[in-house]
């Protein structure tokens, strides 16, 4: 494929006052959030201004709220500490959310909320980008006996707004809100399961229209992964009546609880990739399903490696849309699960293995625990990070970058993105418009409680800048 450079980074000097940003020193990342009870489960969402909407679940107040705060592309927050209040829940538990950026550059989230006389149920919020409530107060999107679960939201190109859930009757729901948080279907859209469950894994805009993925339980025993795309005009089932089935029983079952993420491919497609047992080892496929339905790869995907000897899990994947390959990375072991390492690999789009049968190793198999991996696209580079170690010690963060023939592209080929003595847990990782990448976990000090930080990554492999980092010709959009 023709080779390509990395991005050439400017500095716009910044003329306002001194503010919290991107830090340059690993051991004094960015706080985002802080304060007593635990800041957790964030989330990051890029905005077309090169900053990012950063949500999260607050229990400074004993209740698990949700909370939501504005970064520009230095890593200034643009509202007050601790960001905003998006909804008092007095939740003594979480469960997964949604987060998303709508087309006119408002945050949208969906989440659980209590509803007085309908039980729990899913809600979205729409939040502007000074920080005000778009709407008077959350719109409910489910309704009736079924409690919603496990919230997801999608923006689509066209303004709207779609959000799915898990019903605890064995369902899935999927609503659109127009702008104004008024439904755009004649009714919900309703994905019930021959037998069995449904449990919604993930939800991702695919131009004006929608891809959802979830795990199929047809039995406890049986746990496949099915997708659809929904028309965002009125909800119809695109990819026939039929959903795509991922993987089936035959390949063996997806872990419960594992809700795996997919990714857009840019042209109405998606690539999605996912954690699954055959026997006793632990196993990781890849499939890109595009726009009208069809896959790339045959049965039940595409392997990621051919070794017979460890353990692979909780992969994360993008698609290089330059030339259609697949990069992803995993967390591996050995057979008795007591070595840990990181291993990435490069499908091209003929389905070959461009970093060898077996993937490439990051971190080889040693003792230290490692995981929480992550893999985003940064200026033509393939950038992975992890978390090393375990709770309650010191788990340092670290990242590496890789060319698409799989060379280092970083001397030293590992930076440190975290040192500080604490541990780390919810690491999520986003692409800036500017050309970098952010990352932001739940940090802690040998407790469940912590602060929410956050930290930048060059795509030279350098972290922090004095004001404001864009890629070539980047104009900031001020929506």
């Known amino acids: 494929m ?46 077309a201004d090169g900053g990012f909407y950063v949500s999260w679940f607050d229990n400074r107040d004993g209740g698990y709220d949700v909370r939501l705060q504005r970064l520009d592309a230095a890593g ?43 039980g729990t149920q899913a809600v979205v919020a729409r939040i502007a980008p000074d920080g005000t409530p778009a709407w008077p107060a959350p719109v409910p999107v489910s309704s009736g006996p079924a409690e919603a679960l496990s919230p997801r939201v999608a923006a689509t190109a066209d303004g709207g707004i779609v959000a799915a859930w898990s019903r605890s009757d064995g369902g899935i729901g999927v609503v659109r809100l127009d702008a104004a948080g008024q439904p755009t279907w004649p009714q919900p859209v309703l994905l019930q399961p021959p037998a069995g469950v449904f449990l919604l894994a993930d939800l991702r805009a695919a131009g004006d229209d929608v891809i959802l993925a979830w ?3 047809a039995s406890f025993n ?52 996912w954690q699954f047992a055959t026997g006793v080892r632990g196993e990781i496929a890849v499939q890109h399903l595009l726009a009208d339905g069809s896959a790339r790869f045959s049965g039940n995907g595409l392997r990621a490696s051919l070794d017979t000897s460890r353990n692979r ?43 060898g049968p077996e993937g490439l190793a990051l971190q080889p198999l040693t003792g230290e625990d490692r995981g929480q991996v992550q893999a985003v696209p940064v200026a033509g580079l393939a950038v992975i990070a992890w978390a090393e170690g375990g709770f309650p010690s010191a788990m340092p963060i670290r990242a590496a970058a890789l060319a698409d023939a799989g060379a280092a592209a970083w001397t030293p080929a590992i930076v440190d993105l975290k040192t500080g003595a604490s541990d780390g847990a919810r690491l999520v990782g986003a692409v800036s418009t500017a050309g970098f990448a952010a990352f932001a976990w739940l940090d802690a000090a040998g407790s469940f409680e912590g602060d929410l930080l956050a930290q930048n990554l060059n795509p030279d492999g350098s972290l922090g800048r004095a004001d404001r980092l864009f890629a070539d010709g980047f104009e900031p959009d001020p929506t």
């Open 2 to 47: 023709p080779a390509r450079t990395v991005a050439v980074l400017l500095l716009v000097a910044w003329a306002g006052p001194a503010a919290a940003q991107w830090s340059a020193d690993p051991a004094n990342n960015l706080r985002v959030a802080g304060g007593p009870g635990e800041q957790t489960q964030p989330k990051l969402a890029a905005r």
């Open 76 to 118: 200034v927050a643009q509202w007050p500490a601790g960001g905003v209040l998006v909804a008092a829940r007095g939740f003594s538990s979480t469960q997964d959310y949604g987060l998303d950026v709508d087309a006119g550059g408002h945050a949208v989230l969906a989440f659980r909320l209590a509803l007085a006389g309908q």
């Open 215 to 217: 795990q199929a339980q």
């Open 222 to 273: 049986n746990r496949q992964y099915w997708a659809q795309k929904l028309a965002g005009a009125d909800g119809a089932a695109l990819w026939g009546a039929t959903p795509k089935v991922l993987m089936d029983a035959s390949a063996g079952a997806m872990p419960l609880g594992y809700f795996p993420v997919h990714r857009h491919d840019g042209a109405g497609g998606a690539v999605f990739a």
């Open 313 to 355: 899990y909780a992969p994360a994947a993008f698609l290089d849309e330059a030339d259609g390959a697949i990069v992803l990375a995993w967390r591996e072991t050995n057979a008795a699960q007591s070595l840990y390492g990181v291993r990435g690999q490069r499908i091209d789009a003929a389905g070959q293995r461009v970093w």
